[in-house]
């Protein structure tokens, strides 16, 4: 019952994946992350395949084999960050305005602190 659920599971993130590689505030990388976990459980050829893909594949095994984040993806993660809190600053009400922020902190605390490959 495992593999066909994790096959699924697995399916899914690469799904919500590229739905994130085309729409705005939709995470990429983590649903990717996921997909290989899942596969790497479930069907080892479909894992291959994101570790060897040239454009995730890399981000994937950096993070599988340190816990590493390329510097690209940080400053571009920070940068899309700050617009969200900014835009949650003019747009919604109080108290709500300040949670992008609080929220922003701490992403962007514990991202600074992984490793850079």
């Known amino acids: 019952m495992k593999v066909p659920t994790y096959r699924a599971l697995g399916l899914a993130c690469v799904a919500l994946g590229a739905l994130g590689a085309v729409l705005p505030l939709l995470p990429t990388t983590p649903f990717l992350l996921l997909a290989a976990w899942f596969f790497a459980r479930s069907h080892p050829e479909w894992e291959a395949k994101l570790l060897v893909h040239p454009r995730w594949g890399p981000a994937i095994l950096a993070w599988r084999d340190h816990g590493a984040i390329p510097p690209a993806a940080k400053r571009l993660a920070t940068l899309l960050l700050a617009i969200s809190v900014v835009g949650g600053l003019l ?20 991202m600074w602190t992984r490793p850079s490959r």
């Open 91 to 110: 747009t919604l009400g109080e108290p709500w305005r300040y949670v992008p922020l609080g929220i922003g902190v701490v992403v962007l605390a514990w």
